[in-house]
């Protein structure tokens, strides 16, 4: 096995027919993420996620939301009332995956200015 490839005894995510990468794509695109680590914090409802994410347009959260819940990160509960009131809360899975992606977003922040240094000048 090269040291460029995983392969997994659960599967091979660098195969274009594995199932992972639907659900790794979901959770690191732009909006995946941010949605995650303000679920991290606890329940929310659709506006709480909304005013929390600067620039997510209604259409792109509630998209998100749908496949993080597909993929059985988030669970989605309704509530029979007028107005209607839905709220949001992350999975035994989306807890276990918020952490890591909340691991990656403290890297990220605290070597940022070291990484914008690196970048060559524009």
């Known amino acids: 096995m090269s040291k460029n490839s995983f392969d997994f005894e659960k599967g091979r995510v ?7 990468r639907q659900i790794l794509q979901h959770l ?4 995946g993420v ?3 680590i303000v679920l991290a914090t606890g329940t929310k409802r659709f506006s ?11 259409r792109m959260l509630t998209q998100t939301l749908q496949q993080l819940e597909q993929d059985g990160m988030v669970h989605r509960k309704s509530f029979n009332t007028v107005p209607p009131h839905v709220e949001y ?4 899975y989306g807890q276990t995956a918020s952490i890591k992606l909340a691991d990656l977003v403290d890297w990220l922040e605290e070597n940022l ?3 914008l240094a690196s970048q060559p000048s524009k």
């Open 14 to 20: 660098l195969s274009a027919q594995c199932p992972s």
């Open 28 to 31: 690191t695109n732009r909006w």
């Open 34 to 36: 941010l949605v995650m």
């Open 48 to 58: 709480e996620i909304r005013r929390e994410i600067e620039g997510i347009s209604e």
């Open 89 to 92: 809360t992350l999975t035994e």
């Open 113 to 115: 200015s070291e990484i």
